[in-house]
């Protein structure tokens, strides 16, 4: 049974003479343990595809089913926590709250879902050594350059040790030796059984990936 499935999702954004046509007839499955990029230029739909993956967002029409479960008619609430246990997510933008450290900003997901103080020490170490930021724990965001504040929000996401990572252009805002290392980080975490999924305008990055899905016009292309 594949992890993510996709069956004819369409998504419309308005209303009327408004509406817009995002995602039109999309199907697609990953399977556990896969790295796959969805490559798109700027405005093709891989963002919102990316939102539809991540239970941010909800389809118009059609089926998504999270390990064999379909996603559609599930509250908020359920929503929510398929969102902190199961999807790790990478922005462009980190997203780091720029008051608190390294360590605090991997930390607290962890508060919110409860995880015991003990606990949350030992993870938030263990993902901040993944990531090669243990002599950076005590940093805040403006105390770091932006490929480290990127291992920061990667560490934030595999804390909890999600079993899927959505990168939504996860090296946009880095130089080429950062985004390296971000791409090397996220080819070890699927080496460890990580399912991957990374958005990308770039297709120099999106050639990391075991297979690629090229996006446009809200349509699967190839």
Request: proline share 3%; charged share 25%.
């Amino acid at each position: 049974m594949p992890l993510i499935e996709l069956e004819h999702i369409v998504k419309f954004y308005g209303s009327g003479e408004n509406r817009v046509l995002a995602l039109d007839d999309i199907s697609l499955t990953v399977d556990s343990g896969e790295f796959v990029a969805v490559a798109g230029a700027s405005g093709s739909g891989k963002s919102t595809l990316m939102n539809m993956l991540g239970c941010l967002d909800v389809q118009s029409e059609g089926d998504y089913r999270l390990k064999g479960r379909s996603v559609k008619r599930l509250d908020e609430n359920k929503l929510s926590r398929i969102r902190s246990r199961e999807i790790g997510f990478i922005f462009q933008g980190f997203n780091l709250i720029p008051g608190l450290t390294a360590a605090e900003n991997v930390e607290l997901p962890l508060i919110y879902r409860g995880v015991s103080k003990n606990t949350r020490r030992e993870l938030v170490r263990k993902a901040m050594e993944k990531v090669s930021l243990l002599h950076r724990m005590e940093h805040r965001p403006c105390e770091m350059s932006g490929g480290q504040q990127q291992r920061v929000a990667i560490a934030r996401a595999i804390a909890s040790s999600p079993p899927i990572i959505l990168a939504d252009e996860p090296t946009g805002s880095l130089d080429s030796r950062s985004g390296g290392e971000v791409m090397e980080i996220l080819h070890s975490l699927n080496s460890s059984g990580k399912t991957v999924i990374i958005i990308t305008h770039d297709e120099k990055i999106a050639a990391n990936a075991q297979r690629i899905v090229r996006i446009c016009d809200g349509k699967l292309v190839s």
